[in-house]
C-alpha cells in the first residue's frame, strides 16, 4: 500500500453512537492518546446520521493528522472525501470501489477466517486484510474465529494485515508476533475505564519485547 499513513499500530473503530458530539469528543480523545487510524462505523444509524457524524469525525482525523476510513460504504466515503473504505463480503465489489475511490485511497477487506478472501481481495485492489474475529467479541459474538497463522500465510500478499475481534492488550501481543500490522478495536478502548490508557497499552504490543 503506497500511501502517507503508518503500516503498524492500533486501528480504531467507532462504537454504535447517536450522539454526534459524544462520540467526536470520545474520538478526539482517543486519537490524541496516539491512534492512528480510525474507522467509522455505525451499524445503527441512519444516512442522514452516518454523514453528518462522518463528517464531523473527518474534521476531527485531519486535525490529527489520522486517516478516516468509512466502514461498509465506499459511496458515502467518496462523497465527503474520506480516506478510504473497507468492505465486508455483502458490502459491495472491492473493484468498483477502488475505480471510484482512486488509486491512493485506502481500501480494506474483511477476509475473516479465510486465506482465499484475502489473495481474492488483494487482486481486486485492496490496500489492506483484515481476518478475525480471533478472540471472542462482544461486538459480534458469533462471528467466524481465525488463526493466528493467516496472519504469517498472508505476508505473501505484501498488504498490511489487520487483526480485529475481542483483542485485548493482554492477548494481542500473541497477534503482533504473528504478522499483525494494525489491531483493530472498538470496545476494547472506547469501552475502557480511560480510554486513553488503553490506547497506549495497546500500541506497547508493538514494542520490541526485552532481551532476557
Same mark, same amino acid.
Given at each position: 500500500?503506497?500511501? +502517507?499513513?503508518?503500516?503498524?499500530?492500533?486501528?480504531?473503530?467507532? +462504537?454504535?453512537?447517536?450522539?454526534?458530539?459524544?462520540?467526536? @469528543?470520545?474520538?478526539?480523545?482517543? &486519537?490524541?492518546?496516539?491512534? =492512528?487510524?480510525?474507522?467509522?462505523?455505525?451499524?445503527?444509524?441512519?444516512?442522514?446520521?452516518?454523514?453528518?457524524?462522518?463528517?464531523?469525525?473527518?474534521?476531527?482525523?485531519?486535525?490529527?493528522?489520522?486517516? &478516516?476510513? $468509512?466502514?461498509?460504504?465506499?459511496?458515502?466515503?467518496?462523497?465527503?472525501? @474520506?480516506? %478510504?473504505?473497507?468492505?465486508?463480503?455483502?458490502?459491495? =465489489?472491492?473493484?468498483?470501489?477502488?475505480?471510484?475511490? %482512486? +488509486?491512493?485511497?485506502?481500501? %480494506?477487506?474483511?477476509c475473516y477466517d479465510d486465506i482465499e478472501l484475502a489473495r481474492s481481495a488483494a487482486a481486486q485492489g485492496? %490496500?489492506? $486484510?483484515?481476518f478475525g474475529a480471533f478472540f471472542p467479541s462482544p461486538t459480534k459474538p458469533h462471528a467466524r474465529r481465525?488463526?493466528?497463522?493467516? &496472519?504469517?500465510?498472508?505476508?505473501?500478499l505484501n498488504l498490511p494485515r489487520v487483526a480485529i475481534g475481542g483483542i485485548t492488550p493482554d492477548n *494481542?501481543?500473541?497477534?503482533?508476533?504473528?504478522?499483525?500490522?494494525?489491531?483493530?478495536?472498538?470496545?476494547?478502548?472506547?469501552? *475502557?475505564?480511560?480510554?486513553?490508557?488503553? $490506547?497506549? @497499552?495497546? &500500541?506497547?504490543?508493538?514494542?520490541?519485547?526485552?532481551?532476557?
Amino acid at each position: 500500500m503506497n500511501s +502517507p499513513w503508518p503500516r503498524r499500530g492500533l486501528y480504531a473503530i467507532t +462504537p454504535d453512537e447517536a450522539d454526534t458530539g459524544r462520540l467526536s @469528543a470520545r474520538v478526539d480523545a482517543v &486519537l490524541a492518546a496516539g491512534a =492512528q487510524w480510525l474507522q467509522y462505523r455505525n451499524k445503527s444509524a441512519d444516512d442522514a446520521l452516518r454523514r453528518q457524524q462522518a463528517l464531523a469525525l473527518l474534521a476531527i482525523c485531519r486535525r490529527h493528522r489520522v486517516p &478516516l476510513i $468509512v466502514n461498509d460504504d465506499w459511496r458515502l466515503a467518496a462523497e465527503i472525501g @474520506a480516506d %478510504g473504505a473497507h468492505l465486508g463480503e455483502d458490502d459491495g =465489489q472491492l473493484s468498483a470501489a477502488r475505480a471510484a475511490l %482512486g +488509486p491512493d485511497a485506502i481500501l %480494506g477487506a474483511s477476509c475473516y477466517d479465510d486465506i482465499e478472501l484475502a489473495r481474492s481481495a488483494a487482486a481486486q485492489g485492496a %490496500g489492506y $486484510v483484515a481476518f478475525g474475529a480471533f478472540f471472542p467479541s462482544p461486538t459480534k459474538p458469533h462471528a467466524r474465529r481465525a488463526s493466528p497463522q493467516l &496472519l504469517t500465510q498472508a505476508a505473501a500478499l505484501n498488504l498490511p494485515r489487520v487483526a480485529i475481534g475481542g483483542i485485548t492488550p493482554d492477548n *494481542a501481543r500473541s497477534l503482533v508476533d504473528a504478522g499483525a500490522d494494525l489491531l483493530a478495536v472498538i470496545s476494547g478502548v472506547f469501552d *475502557a475505564p480511560d480510554p486513553a490508557a488503553a $490506547v497506549r @497499552a495497546y &500500541l506497547s504490543c508493538f514494542e520490541e519485547a526485552p532481551h532476557e
